[in-house]
């Protein structure tokens, strides 16, 4: 394995436990207060970091080139920003403002 080879999978590999780890205290906050935000935050952080190790995967274990797996990193990480920024404007069932977190989330 080339250098620049093992800087890559170590890379993908912290990204995909800090990222994983990450996604999972935004689920288990979405599981504790029922909060549409928070599981579309969890799902853009999900698709961020995934993106990241089949992009890798690709690369390593398919054979695909470097431009091949940065593309579909890309993509990952275009939907994942999407579902990120829906997480921002995410509306209650009742069509309000989600404001599971008091004082807008304001810390005082």
């Known amino acids: 394995m080339l250098p620049q080879d093992l800087l890559i999978v170590a890379s993908k590999t912290t990204t995909l436990l800090c990222g994983g780890f990450v996604a999972s205290l ?51 990480t275009a939907v994942g920003f999407l579902v990120l920024a829906y997480s921002l404007y995410a509306r209650t069932p009742d069509g309000e403002a989600d404001r599971s977190v008091p004082d807008g989330g304001v810390g005082r």
């Open 26 to 76: 935004a689920y288990r906050a979405y599981l504790r207060t029922g909060s549409p935000a928070l599981r579309a935050l969890a799902y853009g952080l999900a698709f961020v970091t995934v993106g990241g190790f089949v992009a890798g995967a690709l690369h390593q274990f398919a054979g695909v080139t470097i431009e091949t797996g940065v593309a579909v990193q890309s993509t990952f």
